[in-house]
């Protein structure tokens, strides 16, 4: 079983930055690749970035590509005390498309990083509300 918990989100002007982190726990082969999607109202769910926990390679999709920074380190969940892949999302730049529920997956490495990565596992999602 995969736990992922996430936390940060919040509201930010336009122009300002907001860190997003995940702690990914639990069965280590169904979470080695770990992404954030986003969904704004009316919306379908989009692809934001993933992050081979491996190797650390990064996709980013191309809406956020130059302004977001996704990153891995090993951390230990608050919760469960698991040890477990940290991961965090640096938003920087942030503007009001970013408006969205922010969601936390995990999945297999085969279709990490080409665009089409289709998580096993799901966050509960944080909202992120960017004001102009």
């Known amino acids: 079983q995969v736990r992922l918990e996430e936390s940060g989100g919040g509201s930010v002007q336009a122009g300002g930055s907001l860190r997003l982190s995940c702690q990914a726990t639990?069965?280590?082969?169904?979470?080695?690749?770990v992404g954030w999607f986003r969904q704004a109202p009316g919306k379908e769910r989009e692809l934001v970035a993933t992050?081979?926990?491996?190797?650390?390679?990064?996709?980013?999709?191309?809406?956020?590509?130059?302004r977001f920074t996704i990153s891995r380190d090993k951390g230990r969940s608050s919760a469960s005390r698991e040890n477990g892949d940290l991961v965090d999302l640096q938003m920087n730049s942030l503007n009001g498309d970013d408006t969205a529920m922010y969601y936390c997956?995990?999945?297999?490495?085969?279709?990490?990083?080409?665009?089409?990565?289709?998580?096993?596992?799901w966050g509960q999602g944080t909202q992120v509300t960017v004001s102009s």
């Open positions: 639990g069965d280590r082969y169904s979470r080695i690749c």
């Open positions: 992050i081979d926990t491996v190797s650390a390679v990064p996709y980013y999709s191309l809406s956020v590509e130059g």
């Open positions: 997956a995990a999945g297999l490495f085969a279709s990490c990083l080409g665009g089409d990565f289709s998580p096993l596992h």
